[in-house]
């Protein structure tokens, strides 16, 4: 559904001296720079596929929405979507795809959402039967059908994004992008909005490709992930083996843990978190004789990543097949008031893959 091929975008800016003389200069001696947005992009998206796209700010996912939307053409490279070239801007192409900028508004602001989602219907030139059945549809997913008649600019944030979303889905897009549809909402609207896209993929099988900064959004829909630093596609796969990078060299270290067997195969690593009890008495005497805490503050050098919060919880990264092994050792150690064990968040991978790239 999406084939993209060394796409590239180099922006030229005038880079103006500061103050009024350097405004002047401009006048005779103009200077500019460019920046190579996206540079050499290549991907493949399949019919029906949810796919996360992550990168820094400034990274280029932006830009290269706004070139596969047909926005802003490519300095070089190739696409296509839905077999057509989005830079020719041809009609028949915009009524396959949209496109959603969670920090940018189509719906007119003082009209009731309704006024617009007519005009969008005139616009596409929707028959009035598919229209009426799409946005009963799409106001029953959203729950958004009793705000149909207020005005746009009075409508929550959430409320309006999901507005949005009706007004980008009016004329049945076969290609979905979305660039941080979730941007500013609270939780509560943000598990709405996800729970919602889900729902609206599995059943039109949508192509969606996603941008959020909030690895919620991509963790609950996205199987598949394409990362992009400084321009550069840095990671195309599956969500699941982006998490198994996490492996790393400090699982290493844990091999040679003094009575737990831990083998020193990657895997995925999770977090085991643990509270020692007792903590006051750790350090005072018992019956006038001095206790040896059950866990020193260096207690798990041993498992090579590790640290201590200042409220005496003990952090642990291990791999997954030495989970078991350590919180056995852990719990037969001395008495625990806590433990949990967590996977390492999607967050860390991400900024591990990114500090990686740079
Ligand atoms: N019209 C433009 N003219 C000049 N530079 C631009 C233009 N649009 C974007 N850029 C630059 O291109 C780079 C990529 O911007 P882009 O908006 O694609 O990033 P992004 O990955 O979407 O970031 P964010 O997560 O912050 O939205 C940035 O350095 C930005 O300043």
């Given at each position: 559904m999406i084939e993209v091929q060394n796409l590239t975008r180099v922006f030229r800016t005038y880079k103006?001296?500061?103050?009024?003389?350097g405004g002047v200069?401009?006048?005779f001696k103009r200077e500019f720079e460019e920046l190579a947005a996206a540079k050499d992009i290549s991907f493949s998206i399949s019919e029906g596929e949810f796919v996360g796209f992550l990168g820094p700010n400034g990274a280029g996912?932006?830009?290269?929405?706004?070139?596969?939307s047909g926005l802003i053409y490519p300095t070089s490279g190739t696409s296509r979507v839905g077999g057509f070239d989005p830079s020719k801007r041809e009609s028949a192409y915009r009524r396959i795809f949209a496109l959603?900028?969670?920090q940018k508004n189509q719906l007119w602001w003082d009209l009731p959402a309704i006024e617009s989602f007519?005009?969008?219907r005139a616009i596409y030139a929707i028959p009035q039967a598919q229209f009426n059945e799409t946005l009963d549809e799409l106001l029953d997913l959203l729950d958004v059908r009793a705000k149909l008649n207020v005005m746009v600019r009075e409508l929550s944030l959430g409320e309006r994004m999901k507005?949005?979303?009706?007004?980008?889905l009016?004329?049945?897009?076969?290609?979905?992008?979305l660039d941080e549809p979730?941007?500013?909402l609270d939780v509560i609207s943000q598990k709405a909005v996800r729970n919602f896209l889900r729902e609206y993929n599995r059943r039109n099988k949508v192509t969606i490709l996603l941008t959020s900064h909030y690895m919620a959004d991509i963790s609950e829909l996205c199987d598949r992930v394409i990362v992009i630093h400084h321009g550069r596609k840095i990671y195309d796969g599956a969500l699941t083996s982006l998490e198994h990078r996490n492996e790393g060299s400090a699982s290493g270290d844990v091999s040679h843990s003094a009575g737990v067997g831990i083998t020193r195969a990657g895997g995925k690593k999770k977090i085991i978190t643990f509270l020692p009890e007792l903590l006051a008495q750790e350090t005072h005497s018992a019956h006038g004789k001095p206790q040896p805490p059950a866990f020193p503050e260096n207690w798990c050098s041993r498992y090579g990543e590790t640290s201590r919060t200042s409220d005496g919880k003990f952090t642990l990264r291990v791999p997954a097949d030495a989970v078991v092994a350590v919180s056995q050792e852990i719990l037969t150690t001395g008495p625990v008031a806590d433990i949990t064990i967590e996977d390492v968040p999607l967050e860390e991978v991400i900024a591990d893959l990114f500090s990686g790239a740079r």
């Open positions: 103006k001296q500061p103050g009024f003389w200069k401009g006048l996912k932006t830009t290269t929405l706004k070139m596969l959603v900028l969670g007519n005009l969008l507005m949005e979303l009706i007004a980008a009016l004329h049945r897009p076969r290609v979905l992008f979730t941007i500013g």
